[in-house]
């Protein structure tokens, strides 16, 4: 196994299904996946009993007991569980490209963490994909995308299938290379080094905390927007809440301002 690939996931095993199927056409096959599940109730466990049999992915479920939104604990937990060097971060929305780990894998530098991102999808067109749609690729087709509904936009070319402007567009677009949590990878020693996510923080800039740690430790990011590909499919956002971003913003702050490079709050509470 060259990668660990962790997807984040709570209660949504509709979505996290189509997430699996596109993790069992990848170009290549060895990586393992660790599900960071948040608490979910049994029919996620269920599912991942499921794909296991029907597909030929390595497939670790770490849980815990849902006590509201724990991403980042969840998230240490299944880094703690990993059993490679490297580390592919995203979401159990995120439908990957059959390249997705590939390119992950083609681009790791040591020195660096990578950042990508998504193509967002509606609700109606989300709930429409199906099994078939993923396997055969269509969902990355834009051609099949506005015949399913999907409007008009210049965002569209990040489906692009010529890599001569995926390559020149990841080069000027102004977009910053921050971490994303729905699709970003780095060394596992880097993250140990920084001690994982801060456990403090709920939704919110976590994921981006976390980013400025690394960087603050020496490493650069590396923009991967246009070449590691993946669908975000659309849902409800309970889990937002203003108090939590207020505390999520002064920890973020303290982190940019005192340049922390290791929280006190991460992966030692779990050693």
């Known amino acids: 196994m060259r990668a660990s690939v962790i997807i984040s996931t709570y209660n949504s095993p509709a979505w996290l299904e189509k997430v699996l199927w596109g993790y069992s056409v990848q170009t290549v096959l060895d990586f393992e996946i660790v599900i960071a599940d948040d608490g979910s109730t049994k029919e996620t466990k269920e599912l991942l009993d499921k794909m296991s049999e029907a597909t030929q992915l390595s497939i670790r479920h770490v849980?815990?007991?849902?006590?509201?939104?724990?991403?980042?604990?969840?998230?240490?937990?299944?880094?703690?569980?990993?059993?490679?060097?490297?580390?592919?971060?995203?979401?159990?929305?995120?439908?990957?490209?059959?390249?997705?780990?590939?390119i992950h894998l083609k681009h790791s530098k040591k020195g660096y963490f990578l950042s990508g991102g998504h193509f967002p999808l509606s609700l109606e067109l989300s709930n429409r994909i199906s099994k078939n749609n993923i396997i055969n690729q269509n969902v990355f087709d834009l051609k099949w995308l506005k015949s399913e509904g999907l409007k008009n936009s210049f965002k569209n070319v990040k489906l692009t299938k010529f890599k001569s402007i995926s390559s020149i567009i990841n080069l000027i677009t102004p977009t910053k290379a921050t971490w994303?949590?729905?699709?970003?990878?780095?060394?596992?020693?880097?993250?140990?080094?920084?001690?994982?996510?801060?456990?403090?923080?709920?939704?919110?800039?976590?994921?981006?905390?976390?980013?400025?740690?690394?960087?603050?430790?020496?490493?650069?990011?590396?923009?991967?927007?246009?070449?590691?590909?993946?669908?975000?499919?659309?849902h409800e956002r309970g889990y937002v809440n203003a108090a939590a971003w207020k505390k999520n913003n002064s920890i973020r702050q303290a982190t940019q301002n005192e340049k922390t490079i290791r929280t006190q709050f991460g992966l030692n509470l779990h050693s």
């Open 63 to 102: 849980w815990h007991k849902d006590e509201g939104f724990q991403k980042t604990k969840i998230l240490n937990k299944a880094i703690l569980a990993t059993k490679t060097d490297y580390c592919i971060f995203t979401d159990g929305d995120c439908v990957p490209r059959k390249d997705f780990v590939e």
């Open 180 to 234: 994303n949590g729905g699709n970003a990878s780095a060394w596992k020693n880097d993250i140990v080094a920084v001690n994982g996510f801060d456990e403090r923080m709920q939704y919110g800039g976590e994921d981006r905390e976390f980013g400025e740690r690394l960087i603050n430790y020496g490493l650069k990011p590396k923009r991967i927007r246009y070449f590691a590909i993946c669908i975000h499919l659309e």
